[in-house]
């Protein structure tokens, strides 16, 4: 299967320690994104990347949180000083980004589900 | 600005009985439109896009949408549930002008199968 994948797709972890996730896109993508979602709501945005360079984030996203691509392929984000508001499903995206054609669906991954105790 | 709100957060139907759920946007811009759905332990999938052009626009499985600027609805049918359509489905909104960058997800509505 070449979807994104996410991984871990679960992470427990106690107040105050900080968390790191992966994403790994589909190969070809050129776009990367980062959704947070709560329960009962829908996917929020968080930040985007074309390639490695982070073009937008999000006010959701404090200073607490890093999201890097270093070589334009996988993807980190982290969460320093974890609390419990950051208990969510974090989602990861992707699509193929080619001159002026802006519809391509974005691809989700399963998701990360953090739970902070 | 641009939001959307489903209006039903739990819809149960019973198995070959037709599906409505229910979708109202607002956008600043002329709007890019999805049914995405959500399925326990899997990823987001997309039914169906609007882009401006038909309005009435197909997906997959059987869905569809109609896209109605004046009444700015985006409402999901499907003639017949299957009870394989049980999921979580999602109305997504971004400006057309900026693509696919901004996704704007509704709080989700919960469809149940009735066998």
């Known amino acids: 299967d070449t979807g994104v994948s996410q991984d871990p797709r679960h992470k427990i972890t106690k107040r105050g320690q900080n968390v790191t996730f992966r994403c790994d896109p589909i190969s070809e993508h050129n776009r990367l994104y980062w959704y947070r979602q709560t329960l009962g709501q829908g996917p929020e945005f968080l930040t985007y990347?074309?390639?490695?360079?982070?073009?937008?984030k999000s006010r959701l996203l404090s200073d607490r949180f890093s999201a890097e691509r270093p070589k334009g392929s996988f993807s980190t984000l982290e969460i320093q000083r974890t609390e419990q508001g950051d208990s969510a499903m974090y989602l990861c995206?992707?699509?193929?980004?080619?001159?002026?054609?802006?519809?391509?669906?974005?691809?989700f991954g399963p998701g990360t589900r953090l739970t902070v105790l | 600005a641009q939001s959307v709100t489903q209006l039903d957060s739990h819809v149960s139907v019973s198995e070959g009985t037709p599906v409505l759920l229910r979708c109202n946007y607002s956008s600043s811009y002329s709007p890019s439109l999805f049914w995405y759905v959500q399925h326990p332990n899997k990823g987001l999938q997309l039914l169906l896009k609007?882009?401006?052009?038909?309005?009435l626009v197909k997906g997959i499985n059987g869905f569809e949408a109609e896209f109605k600027k004046s009444e700015t609805s985006f409402h999901l049918t499907k003639p017949s549930a299957h009870m394989s359509d049980a999921a979580e489905y999602f109305c997504v909104v971004s400006p057309a002008w900026f693509g696919n960058e901004k996704l704007t997800f509704g709080t989700g509505t919960r469809l149940t199968i009735i066998p």
């Open positions: 990347f074309q390639n490695e360079a982070q073009l937008e």
């Open positions: 609007y882009t401006s052009a038909a309005t």
């Open positions: 995206a992707s699509r193929k980004k080619t001159g002026g054609e802006s519809y391509n669906e974005q691809f």
